[in-house]
């Protein structure tokens, strides 16, 4: 399909993993009223990755139970690192976004102290400043 002008749409996959009945309705209604994106297939909680991988998932829309191990998710987004993980609480009423995103973080003038705090993570502090 289209978007405006000729050029064409880039359709974002939706794999929905371990969502409740209810709630598969709604996001369903959700995904078809926006036309750049489709549902891929329904899974239960099983291999997630290798669903991805079938159906050629761009996000993974998943119901999340209140103790659910959130370290699988680190798992798939590290052997698949362009994907989204987008979880659901199981009343759907909130959620949260996984995706690992490089970025780059311009230091100002180089010098050791700005070395030392971008290694430690930290705000590089402006040259000749420290605290």
């Known amino acids: 399909m289209p978007a405006g002008k000729g050029i064409p749409l880039n359709r ?9 009945p209810l709630l598969v309705d709604i996001l369903r209604h959700i ?11 329904r899974v239960g909680d099983g291999d997630l990755f290798a669903a991805a991988q ?3 998932a761009d996000v993974i829309l998943i119901g999340q139970k209140a103790n659910d191990n959130r370290e699988q998710y680190n798992d798939l987004l590290l052997r698949q690192a362009r994907l989204k993980v987008l ?45």
Do not use: F, N, W
């Open 12 to 20: 974002i996959h939706i794999l929905l993993a371990g969502v409740p």
């Open 31 to 41: 995904v078809a009223s926006e036309p750049d994106m489709t549902v891929v297939g």
């Open 54 to 56: 079938r159906t050629g």
């Open 87 to 131: 979880t659901i609480a199981d009343d759907g009423k909130t959620g949260s976004l996984y995706e690992l995103r490089p970025q780059r973080i311009p230091l100002s003038e180089v010098s050791a102290d700005v070395l030392c705090a971008a290694i430690r993570g930290g705000q590089p502090l402006p040259t000749g400043k420290r605290p």
